[in-house]
């Protein structure tokens, strides 16, 4: 496509992008369980006039636009405020989880540098951690060492298979709040026990569960210390735009002090131009994304966030319910809104064509295979519909299954 000699009319262009999303994804019908998260129309309404409100302002100029900056600020407080942040915490806004966790490794690295590690240096994370640290890694050039998962079926991260892979060159040790293919929240107490006693960097990514887990604890789920509160971590990353409710794209990354913050954002003044100062990877920042995430916090408060949190966890436990009695192993122990389960005898990718034929659009894992969900709010008042089409997507497998298993039979006379 070539840029168009002339323009043309809003009317019917508006048209066009319409028609070109018929074959999109119908999230707001309930029937998509990843990338999107539905918390329903009043929210979805703040979010788009809290964004237009500010979308032309840029986050990258704080003296020209103030109001982003405080906005920003106060963002960051709440955030500090449900992940028991300590008396000098701070952090800063970025454009998502990947963003986040690769400032919190470019952090990490330049902290080790300055305390004198000149070696190549080296994350350690579980197997189970987000592909965002090995992106980050490598355009780092930092090694990354990942380490199998606890036997037994838990599928947590092993703090002492974990311990035994560090070295003078690690940077940084990664624990999840939940990790992203199974939703299980590894063992951050005892990663955070090995950090201090080795002094080494840890993060905890919980760019998923960071604005969704301190309201399940709030309404009664028993979720471990993950947070702050444990001594050992001294960065975390959680996305607004995930459990958060705002718009796209917008996270947190956190730091346990100043002190270790300041060796977080570029500043520098070599060149022609007027000396920049930049806090996160980006330079121009959509103000949109700032506005937006100060806005639906402050619309939804404590108690909306616990009134949407309760959905979330009530949808998961009938949703692990119905496929345990349907012959599923539930994949660990998950305790917030990601679900993974596997049928013994159906090969889940399978499932999942047939599921999709049915309108649905969720996920997969690969290690072990199986189902995937992220549920939402609104998933609350599908999840009926969702175990009757299993059903039927189970069937068309085994149907399937055994036809095949007839056209390969052998013939006797």
Same mark, same amino acid.
């Given at each position: ?12 262009l508006k ?23 539905n ?6 309404q ?35 405020g ?9 952090g ?17 690295? $330049? ?5 004198g590690? #000149?070696?190549? %240096?080296?994350? =350690? +994370?579980?197997? /189970?951690?987000? &592909?965002?640290f ?14 199998p ?10 703090p ?10 690690t ?7 939940p ?10 107490e005892a990663?955070?026990d090995?950090a ?12 998923v ?9 709030m ?19 959680? $996305?607004l ?5 705002? #718009?796209?794209? %917008?996270?947190? =990354? +956190?730091?346990? /002090?100043?002190? &270790?913050?300041a ?8 060149w022609s ?38 959905k ?24 917030l ?5 596997r049928?013994?005898?159906l ?36 999840i ?16 399937a ?12 006379s």
């Amino acid at each position: 496509m070539q840029l168009p000699k002339t323009g043309r009319n809003w009317a019917e262009l508006k048209s066009e992008m319409t028609e070109r999303g018929a074959g999109d994804a119908k999230w707001r019908d309930g029937k998509t369980a990843v990338y999107v998260f539905n918390a329903g129309p009043e929210v979805e309404q703040v979010q788009k006039e809290a964004y237009t409100a500010f979308m032309s302002e840029n986050g990258l100029g704080p003296a020209a636009f103030p109001s982003l900056a405080q906005m920003e600020k106060e963002v960051v407080s709440m955030a500090l405020g449900l992940l028991h942040g300590p008396e000098g915490a701070t952090g800063a806004m970025t454009s998502g989880g990947t963003d986040s966790i690769t400032m919190a490794i470019k952090t990490a690295r $330049d902290f080790a540098r300055s305390k004198g590690q #000149a070696g190549p %240096a080296n994350i =350690v +994370l579980p197997q /189970s951690a987000h &592909l965002a640290f090995d992106k980050a890694a490598h355009l780092m050039d930092v090694e990354v060492r990942r380490v199998p998962l606890k036997t037994g079926g838990s599928f947590e991260a092993d703090p002492s298979a974990m311990a035994a892979t560090l070295d003078e060159n690690t940077i940084m040790m990664v624990g999840s709040a939940p990790n992203f293919p199974h939703g299980i929240i590894d063992p951050i107490e005892a990663l955070s026990d090995v950090a201090v006693a080795r002094d080494v960097w840890l993060h905890v990514d919980a760019c998923v569960g960071g604005f969704l887990a301190p309201f399940a604890r709030m309404n009664g789920v028993p979720v471990p210390a993950f947070d702050f509160e444990l001594p050992g971590v001294r960065s975390m990353s959680a $996305d607004l735009h995930k459990y958060g409710y705002a #718009a796209k794209g %917008a996270s947190t =990354v +956190l730091f346990r /002090s100043e002190e &270790l913050y300041a060796y977080m954002p570029f500043d520098l003044a070599g060149w022609s131009g007027a000396p920049m100062k930049t806090p996160t990877l980006a330079g121009t920042r959509p103000g949109g994304a700032i506005s937006a995430a100060w806005a639906v916090m402050n619309h939804l408060g404590v108690e909306g966030y616990r009134r949407l949190q309760g959905k979330v966890c009530a949808a998961r436990e009938q949703v692990e319910a119905g496929v345990r009695e349907r012959g599923f192993e539930v994949l660990g122990t998950p305790v917030l809104g990601l679900i993974a389960f596997r049928h013994p005898d159906l090969h889940p990718f399978a499932i999942y064509a047939e599921l999709y034929k049915r309108g649905w659009f969720t996920s997969v894992t690969k290690e072990p295979r199986s189902l995937h969900l992220m549920l939402s709010p609104k998933h609350a008042d599908m999840i009926d519909d969702y175990l009757r089409d299993l059903d039927a997507a189970c069937e068309a497998v085994r149907a399937a299954n055994g036809a095949q298993a007839e056209t390969v039979q052998p013939r006797y006379s």
